[in-house]
């Protein structure tokens, strides 16, 4: 079964410096691996995802994350992050090669506090 | 506006006595998920859908009920509800739950659940 591991379960950072949070997933094949956010008191919405093609990708609000399939990891970053960039982060993996349904199986989340 | 809507938001009940969270999509998806977030713990999947007349337990199914009568409604049934099952619960959908779907998942507002 597929599962995913986020290292940072709290991060802190001052406005304007530079994040990144680490995502692994364990699963040998295909994967479409997802970031979501869940701002505070609202539901998740989709940051950015990847399915196939450039290993960068980029999403909303700046943020973008970097498959390393060698690495397991679809690390998110965000060069200079804002005060409004605080919330919960959750990284997700879809695998498999269809049939059957897994849905997503998200990591446990890095709550992301950023300080004025 | 394409949405996933739950109902209601927030719900403080006591134990035994029988409940329903509603959670409605328009978006023509074909599967729909319930999660229980807690914390430390991130999202776990309770039920899914792969489309009508079609449920499977997630990770937690316990002490949960799903039906999906109608492509649009995929409501959450607690029989007897336990302070245990006190939670945020949300519901999502997306074009297809496969393996190894690239689909995003679409979120509701959440549902606060507390059981006395």
């Known amino acids: 079964a597929q599962s995913v591991s986020q290292h940072n379960h709290h991060v802190i950072l001052s406005e304007a410096a530079s994040l990144e949070l680490g995502c692994n997933y364990s699963?040998?094949?295909?994967?479409?691996l997802f970031w979501y956010v869940q701002y505070p008191g609202q539901h998740l919405q989709l940051l950015l995802k990847y399915f196939s093609g450039d290993p960068l990708v980029k999403g909303i609000k700046g943020f973008e994350a970097e498959f390393i399939k060698s690495k397991f990891s679809f690390n998110l970053r965000k060069p200079s992050v804002q005060w409004s960039d605080t919330a919960e982060y959750f990284c997700?993996?879809?695998?498999?090669?269809?049939?059957?349904?897994?849905?997503?199986?998200f990591g446990k989340g890095t709550h992301l506090i950023i300080q004025p | 506006e394409a949405q996933v809507t739950q109902n209601p938001r927030y719900l403080i009940t006591v134990t035994g006595k029988k409940l329903t969270v509603t959670c409605s999509q328009n978006?023509?998806?074909?599967?729909m998920s319930w999660y229980r977030q807690d914390p430390g713990l991130g999202l776990r999947q309770i039920y899914y859908s792969m489309n009508v007349e079609v449920t499977d337990k997630g990770d937690v199914p316990e002490g949960y009920k799903v039906s999906r009568k109608e492509k649009r409604n995929f409501p959450l049934i607690l029989e007897s509800p336990s302070p245990n099952q006190t939670s945020l619960y949300f519901c999502a959908s997306s074009l297809s739950g496969l393996a190894g779907s690239p689909d995003t998942q679409y979120f509701g507002p959440g549902t606060r659940l507390t059981v006395l």
């Open positions: 699963y040998g094949g295909t994967v479409n």
């Open positions: 978006m023509n998806h074909e599967y």
């Open positions: 997700a993996v879809n695998a498999g090669s269809g049939g059957g349904a897994d849905g997503l199986t």
